[in-house]
């Protein structure tokens, strides 16, 4: 079997956006992120703080997912959104140009949450749902997780990313200009459920030996409704500042 080659310049960013829910007739998330679907964007050099075992990726791939907002459909869309998009296993053809792994892949999910300012968001739970959803369903209990899968038992009752979310918001603000805070708590609706089913996917890869701890990331940020105080284009500039901050620094 050919050996596997790496793109020496490439991650890849997986950003995902909600379907309307609630009074959201329009979801400023998914509106804010589906501009930035299949386009390629160059990366600076990495900060000095990122460390030795960060990538040398000077471009980042980008493709966007709209989600539905109910519980039941979620838990197998986040993980199979990581499945396809984990590096390929693939082998050189000669009579083709070769396929390359990304260096990275990160998994961006955007939700939209109170006006005023955006958000980083920092930890998820697996327990605690009981808003109903855009399906009117909503979980039988808030002690358990809303769907549950034997394979799932021993996944932890709190994750957290492993982006620093306090500098990267701190970055957004001083850097870029944005109102951006940390934030610890997402919601217990679908966006936090969302960010704990996909670091949860995360999380098994490694134990299983599947991957190491660079080779994803997973991360969920809060927007405001437009006009509040952002214009849809705007809105759209801050999700390609923050795509473009966490792959060149995380």
């Known amino acids: 079997m050919a050996p596997i080659h790496k793109f020496s310049d490439r991650v890849k960013v997986v950003i995902t956006g909600f379907e309307p829910f ?11 992120v589906r501009v930035l679907n299949n386009l390629t964007l160059d990366l600076p050099s990495p900060s000095p703080k990122a460390g030795a075992a960060h990538h040398k990726a000077t471009k980042v791939d980008i493709v966007c997912q709209e989600l539905p907002v109910e519980y039941r459909k979620v838990p197998d869309l986040v993980p199979e959104l990581h499945v396809t998009h984990s590096k390929p296993a693939v082998t050189l053809d000669a009579n083709q140009d070769a396929q ?19 958000a980083i968001e920092t930890q998820a739970h697996r327990t605690g749902y009981g808003h109903p959803d855009n399906a009117s369903w909503f979980p039988e209990s808030k002690e358990e997780a809303p769907v549950k899968k034997e394979a799932w038992a021993a996944d932890p009752d709190v994750l957290t990313t492993t982006v620093d979310t306090l500098a990267l918001a701190e970055y957004l603000k001083t850097e870029k200009g944005w109102i951006c805070q940390q934030s610890m708590d997402a919601g217990h609706y679908l966006c936090e459920y969302t960010f704990y089913l996909s670091m949860a996917e995360r999380h098994r890869r490694i134990l299983s030996g599947q991957e190491s701890e660079h080779d994803r990331a997973c991360l969920f940020v809060h927007v405001p409704s437009v006009g509040n105080p952002y214009t849809l284009e705007e809105l759209q500039r801050f999700v390609q500042d923050m795509v473009v901050a966490v792959a060149s620094q995380y």
């Open 100 to 118: 390359k792994e990304y260096l990275k892949t990160y998994y961006i999910h955007v939700g939209v949450g109170h006006d005023g300012h955006t």
């Open 22 to 32: 609630g009074k959201h007739v329009t979801n400023p998330s998914w509106q804010a």
